[in-house]
């Protein structure tokens, strides 16, 4: 069974203070790593996809690294509005459809 | 910027009721997907919708859900007769369906409560 484990669970930050979220994926042939950022009450919104060990990508402040087992989620120097649960999801996989698993996220707080 | 939308925001609803969540997805999109997350918990696949027809399914997507896209641009998640348990938020999302661009844009989501 495709399992996805994000920690930590929460995480406080002060304003300008770096830190790495992890996502470590156990799924039979990874089609695509996601990351995503949640705010309450409202829908995902997608960040990043990863696709293969080794690949990075990168967006403002936020850096998204994979390997074979693990992602990180890189944040430089936060800001109170990176506030947000940061959720990751795998696709496995498949013939058909493109199902996402998703782990639970990781609850950010960045305070001034 | 293209975007997915879902109506209504907020239904409340007796057990027992039949309940129909509205989504618009993103229009050059092919793939159509609901989830759903129960409050505090993990967002969870229901379907994936491709050409017309369900492609894959979860087990919790039993006979008393349905989906059906009925003109060119709606996409509706049906609930026959809700329990206690479908009380959750639920988001439609889609996608391209060209390679290597997997990504799902999710909507705002629909908060079910069923009393």
């Known amino acids: 069974e495709d399992q996805v484990t994000q920690s930590p669970e929460a995480l406080r930050l002060q304003e300008g203070e770096s830190s790495s979220l992890n996502c470590s994926y156990t799924?039979?042939?990874?089609?695509?790593l996601f990351w995503y950022r949640q705010d309450p009450g409202k829908g995902p919104e997608f960040l990043f996809t990863?696709?293969?060990a080794g690949e990075e990508k990168e967006k403002e402040r936020l850096k998204a690294t994979l390997t074979k087992k693990e992602s990180f989620l890189h944040i430089t120097a936060p800001k109170p509005e990176d506030s947000a649960t940061y959720l990751c999801?795998?696709?496995?996989?498949?013939?058909?459809?493109?199902?996402?698993?998703f782990g639970a996220g990781t609850i950010l707080r960045v305070k001034s | 910027e293209p975007e997915v939308t879902q109506t209504p925001s907020h239904q409340v609803t007796q057990m027992g009721q039949e309940v129909i969540l509205r989504c618009v997805p993103i229009?050059?999109?092919?793939?159509f997907y609901w989830y759903r997350q129960i409050l505090g918990q993990k967002v969870e696949f229901l379907v994936s919708?491709?050409?017309?027809?369900?492609?894959?399914k979860s087990e919790i997507f039993d006979d008393q859900f349905s989906v059906e896209r009925p003109d060119g641009s709606n996409f509706t998640l049906k609930i026959r007769s809700t329990k206690l348990e479908d009380s959750a938020m639920y988001f439609c999302?889609?996608?391209?369906?060209?390679?290597?661009?997997?990504?799902?844009?999710f909507g705002p989501g629909t908060r079910l409560t069923v009393t």
């Open positions: 999302a889609s996608s391209t369906g060209a390679v290597y661009s997997y990504e799902q844009y």
């Open positions: 799924v039979s042939g990874l089609r695509g």
């Open positions: 990863l696709y293969s």
């Open positions: 999801a795998v696709r496995a996989f498949m013939e058909y459809g493109n199902k996402l698993v």
């Open positions: 229009s050059n999109h092919l793939y």
């Open positions: 919708f491709y050409n017309n027809e369900i492609s894959e």
